[in-house]
């Protein structure tokens, strides 16, 4: 049976968030420095080098077994 009614939409928590973005003004390639997964960062796209910064993102978890946190 359809339903029609609207379902609340839910704010996701943002935070700023360590990235890598491409380095060539015509690629619009980025990740997320906790999901890159080498330490020399080549865009994926273009191959051009990524240079690091910083975006407000939605919260993520990386849960992958291949992931390595830093340790501090």
Not at 14 to 26: H, R, V
Not at 37 to 45: A, D, E, N, R
Not at 47 to 58: A, D, H, I, P, Y
Request: proline content about 4%; hydrophobic content about 30%.
């Amino acid at each position: 049976m359809y339903s029609s009614r609207k379902k609340t939409v839910e704010e996701l928590p943002e935070e700023l968030t360590a990235i890598w973005s491409c380095s060539d003004d015509n690629c619009n390639g980025w990740m997320r420095d906790n999901f890159a997964l080498s330490s020399t960062h080549q865009c994926p796209l273009c191959q051009s080098e990524m240079v690091k910064g910083e975006r407000m993102l939605v919260a993520l978890a990386n849960t992958s077994p291949l992931h390595h946190k830093a340790e501090d």
